[in-house]
């Protein structure tokens, strides 16, 4: 294969075969001719029969194929002795116009060491035809053009060479042109149009041509490309201006673009040659060329700049007007424009002292400018007066006959006005009269004159317990009319005597200095702290600091994260209580009363009893409220002497907490009474006590009251101003006080009932109370709450005393 020229045979062999062939070699050349683009494994030749020697000598002699590219063109096969076409071969990409091509190989074989170069000649198909640049030519020739004028056109290209090559032209039959075809030394061919007959654009504007390519193959390949030949009017006329002088007339300082005079000339030549355009004369001088402007399509001549008629009174301007043509045709004329006289001067005001910035406290009579004025003009036309808005808080004052002084005539107050544009017009005597406007920007120095305010007097936080440390709690906003360093507010907290968080507010809470947000420090507990109250100062950063302050209540809502705790009776660390109890008792007998307190408030202390678990479940029960057990039948002889019940004590939170406890009840023979005093067959009742009924009309009472004392004070709190009342710390429609349990807590059962009353009241929070009934026995008794102790600044601190005592 053609692929082992280069193997290690190639690599490792070669010196030595090298050395042999300087010794005793033969060698000799083979040559064969192939069309190109031949398919693969294509027949190219048989080396062992052009050789002539026999194909299994030659495999014998362990053929070696050298290629001289690195394209695998050719392959051999050493069994047969053939070399076919491997790859596609392309002769216009190998030799491009050169006209013989060629592949050269190279064999080796051993004993004799022998070399044989083979050489095999690309021969061309007439696989391209010939190809113009374009598909379209345009030519433009004039239509005076000489007969006999030659015009080339780009020749076309054929990558093929020899008699496959680019051959003829051929042109379209027509009545204008001919086609001349001119070699080169080269050998290449390229098209010349020759005018044979006069054009006459009148006649025929446009001539459509097709010139055709052709080559030398079998069969022959062409292409075309269409010419469209346009004929050019020949310029034989010059611009007429309807007079070769104008008159004009002009008042001085008239605006740009005013219209002065249109020009008109005409060209009987038509297309480019008939269009006219209009400039300025180049004998005009450069300061004319800035006054005046001509339109160079329609003509118009305008002002552009200033006309003063104390420079100049007469203009003289001169007009050129050419065409399109080729050469060009231009004709001239000459427009005189007067000038005629007005009070074109206006007043000119100079600024000889002027300060930009001007202090807020400055006082009325204070100097800001000291303006001068002044009119070219002469007469009436140079006096000049000077006024000034009546709207602002400035005045005039005239010094000499042009000079005038602008001072301050009130107070300024920057945070009402803090940049004033002040307009001086300067005007003259003139008939008309002629203005200029002068504006002075001043612009208020700030000082600090403003207390920062907060947005709201007092702010109101409703915070859940166990918060987490770092959480926002509020954030307080203030807000200084004062600029840059006067308004640049900074917060703290204030601190008073004493203990907790309203005395010392820094240990629990921390406020960000720049942004106002107020953060917790650590957790807040409801059951130590239900309210507390802080100052938050702001300062800004004038000289000297000007300073407000406003309230922050905290109000610590309750969570469930107590469960409850047995109170009665006592249970050692395993929770198990031992009763006796005798098996004569009879059904519906109170054996014991579960007693929980829950450190929780509302609905997280309300507490349900439940029996999970007894030795015989149809032998005693427990009230859902009251935690009485009860027996629920007769003992009997076969009931087991030791009975050991599971309850459960769950509070009415979410989720729900709960402690259990376990009661062994030994059954004797003779054992005493759990309780003495009590009737066995006081079962519980669904009825509600009536002392029970009276304590909840009371309670509605006192809320009710409560409810109209608290309008009455929102009502004073709205009419009265928040700061100087000293009863109303915050408005009556965002006023929020913490909640205190007047009565809370008492829990009903089936004989018992419960109410849990709140009562609001203006920070610190009034003393809350709680009432309860015994919870031994269905007998309504009546428990009385030491009240919560609530300190000074109603932070609430110490925990309310939740102990009962029976009255």
Known sequence: MLGA???????????????????????????????????????????????????????AANLQVLSDSDSQYFSVNVNTGIIVVNDRIDRERLCGQN????????????????????????????????????????????????????????????LDVGSNALQTYHLSANENFNLNVKARTDGSKFPELVLERALDREHRAVHHLVLTAEDGGSPPRSSKTRIAVQVLDANDNHPVFDKSSYQARLVENSPSGTLIIKLNATDMDEGPNGEVRYSLGSHNSDALRRIFSIDYQTGEIRVQG????????????????????????????????????????????????????????????TVVAVIHVKDRDSGEHG????????????????????????????????????????????????????????????????????????????????????NQVGEILVTVSATDPDLDQNSRLSYSVLSSPGKGPATDPSAYISINPTSGQVSAKLPFDYEQTTYFQFQVEVSDGGSPALSSRTVVHVFVTDQNDNAPGIQFPLTGKDSIVQLRIPRSTSPQALITKITAVDLDSGRNAWLSYHLMQATDPRLFGVALRSGEIRTTRALQEQDAATQELSLVVKDSGEPPMSTSVTVLVLLE????????????????????????LYLIISLATISALSLVALVGLGVRCVRRDARATVGCCVKADTLRVPPNTLLGHVQPSQGDATVDVQVTATAPPAPGYRSCFSPVSDISEFMFMKPSVSHGNGSGNSPPDRSCSTE
């Not at 001719?33 to 294509?42: C, F, M, Q």
């Not at 004329?333 to 600024?351: H, K």
């Not at 006024?387 to 107050?413: A, I, M, N, V």
Request: aromatic fraction near 8%; charge should be negative.
């Open 99 to 158: 006209l013989r091509c060629f592949l050269h190989l190279k064999l080796a074989i051993e004993n004799p060491v022998e070399f044989y170069r083979i050489e095999v000649e690309i021969l061309d198909i007439n696989d391209n035809p010939p190809a113009f640049p374009s598909s379209e030519i345009t030519l433009q020739i004039y239509e005076l053009a000489s007969l006999g004028a030659r015009f080339p056109i780009h020749q076309a290209q054929d």
């Open 669 to 692: 023979e003779n054992a005493p009474e759990a309780f003495l005093g009590l009737s066995a067959h006081a079962a519980e009742s669904e009825s509600v006590p009536r002392l029970t």
């Open 306 to 365: 200033n006309l003063d008629f104390e420079e100049a009174s007469v203009y003289e301007i001169e007009v050129e007007a050419k065409d399109m043509g080729s050469p060009t045709m231009e004709e001239h004329c000459s427009v005189t424009v007067e000038v005629t006289d007005v009070n074109d001067n206006p007043p000119e005001v100079v600024l000889t002292s002027f300060s930009s910035f001007l202090s807020e406290d400055a006082p009325p009579g």
């Open 383 to 466: 006096k000049v007066q000077c006024h000034l808005p009546r709207s602002l808080p400035f005045k005039l004052r005239k010094d000499f006959e042009h000079q005038y002084s602008l001072l301050t005539s009130q107070e300024l107050d920057r945070e009402s006005v803090f940049q004033y544009n002040v307009t001086i017009s300067a005007s003259d005597l003139g008939i008309p009269s002629l203005s200029r406007y002068t504006v002075l920007s001043i612009t208020v120095a700030d000082i600090n004159d403003n207390t920062p305010q907060f947005e709201r007097a007092s702010y109101d936080v409703v915070l859940k317990e166990n």
């Open 5 to 59: 020229g280069k193997s290690a045979w190639s690599l490792g062999l070669l010196p030595f075969f090298s050395l042999c062939l300087f010794l005793h070699s033969s060698s000799a050349q083979i040559r064969y001719a192939i069309p190109e683009e031949l398919t693969r494994g294509a027949f190219v030749g048989n080396i062992a029969k052009d050789l002539g020697t026999d194909v299994a000598k030659l495999a």
